[in-house]
């Protein structure tokens, strides 16, 4: 069960061919939730090698370039896309019904496009800090914020209703009141990444992000009645980037270094 909960998180997660996930029960792809932030710090685990790498041979601008590329074909740009759907039906209708018969729509409209340029700018520019950064400010940051991330997404699918009677979150909702588990888990393994790389100031972006995806939610759900994959996914690249910025933000300042444990 276990295992299988855990190929379902990474292929549902990453492009990484572990298996389909039709082969997968509905309560093994719920469950998966719990490993979700362990895909996030394996994530985080590959951006840092390939930074590494890069580093020897590029400047910091096209080693930027290369981890956002690589970041995006990971995880087959299934967050951005579901980034791109929430602007075009969040902006571009004012009805609940219209807003869903959007995001449910495979074309790409004005607002996705825009969101998207703009979104992808202000990642990019924030890899180009991180990559400028002192070497173990760029281990801990690395690992963090994807681990983060995906943690917002387990948030918004153990307290939020789904919207739609079917979508690619449906199954993550059948059994709603038995993964309270598998969500703890998920919880103590982001929290203790947090702690163990950036002491409270790990505990602190945690708390923050969570706040966020929250908040995104209570938006959403307000709007929509409840929430789709799409949402999911948007959150899950809206809250790394909110803590990128909290993270490049405070590192300047020396509370990074103040808070931190792990001496790499």
């Known amino acids: 069960m276990l295992l299988r909960s855990f190929v379902s998180a990474a292929t549902f997660l990453t492009s990484v061919p572990l298996g389909g996930s039709g082969a997968l029960k509905t309560n093994e792809i719920s469950y998966s939730r719990a490993f979700y932030p362990l895909v996030g710090l394996l ?13 020897f041979f590029v400047p910091d601008l096209v080693n930027a370039g290369i981890l956002l590329f690589s970041l ?5 740009g299934l967050h951005l896309d579901g980034f791109m759907d929430v602007c075009d039906g969040l902006f571009g209708a004012f009805t609940r ?12 409209g004005s607002f996705a496009v ?4 703009c979104f992808l700018i202000l990642k990019f520019t924030l ?5 400028g950064m002192p070497q173990s400010d760029k281990l801990c940051v690395f690992l963090i914020f994807p681990v983060v991330s995906r943690w917002a997404m387990v948030i918004l699918l153990q307290c939020f209703p789904y919207v739609r009677q079917e979508g690619l979150g449906s ?11 598998a969500s703890g888990f998920a919880f103590l ?10 002491s409270w100031l790990g505990i602190v972006l945690m708390i923050s992000m969570s706040c966020l995806a929250l908040l995104i939610g209570w938006y ?6 409840g929430l789709t994959g799409d949402v999911y996914g948007a959150t899950n690249e809206i809250i790394e980037v909110a803590g990128l910025i909290l993270l490049v933000a405070l590192i300047p300042f020396g509370l990074f270094e103040q808070f931190k444990i792990v001496t790499w």
């Open 43 to 55: 994530i985080g685990l590959l951006l840092l090698a390939l930074e590494k790498t890069a580093g």
């Open 72 to 76: 995006l074909l990971i995880t087959r």
């Open 97 to 108: 019904e219209r807003r869903l018969e959007i995001m449910r729509d495979p074309h790409v």
């Open 114 to 117: 825009v969101g998207c340029t």
């Open 127 to 131: 890899l180009v800090s991180l990559c």
């Open 171 to 181: 199954p993550f909702h059948l059994e709603k009141t038995k993964t309270w588990l």
């Open 189 to 198: 393994t982001a929290a203790i990444v947090a702690m163990i790389l950036a």
């Open 220 to 225: 959403v759900t307000r709007i929509l009645g």
